[in-house]
């Protein structure tokens, strides 16, 4: 069965930096898609970014200019670089990943991992 899970969470200040990383037992280039989301307390779940299988990524208007989600073909990992961190980022991100075996889709979410940024 394929897993994902993500790491890089952490705790920062208003301004700061943190970089997550989504790893998977499949490899990552050859899933439809992967996404990243976040919710935050008593919020609903929201995407944030994401990078098809052509490498053509997309951001929620919240990332724009602040995050950026690429592949890492070492790590096999989907990363999300997140620069200028604000309060209202705190949330749990999780890492979504979706691949077709055929003609049928697969999908897995990871466990999330805590971001919290300080003012």
């Known amino acids: 069965q394929v897993q994902v899970a993500e790491t890089g969470g952490g705790l920062v200040q208003t301004g700061g930096s943190l970089r997550l990383s989504c790893s998977a037992s499949?490899?990552?280039?050859?899933?439809?898609?992967v996404d990243w989301y976040r919710q935050a307390p008593g919020k609903q779940r929201e995407f944030v970014a994401g990078?098809?299988?052509?490498?053509?990524?997309n951001y929620a208007d919240s990332a724009k200019g602040r995050f950026t989600i690429s592949r890492d073909k070492a790590e096999n990992s989907v990363l999300l670089q997140m620069n200028g961190l604000k309060p209202e980022d705190t949330a749990v991100y999780s890492c979504?990943?979706?691949?077709?075996?055929?003609?049928?889709?697969?999908?897995?979410w990871g466990q999330g991992t805590q971001v919290t940024v300080s003012s």
């Open positions: 979504y990943a979706a691949w077709y075996e055929g003609d049928t889709m697969y999908e897995k």
């Open positions: 499949r490899d990552i280039f050859t899933m439809n898609r």
């Open positions: 990078i098809a299988w052509g490498g053509i990524p």
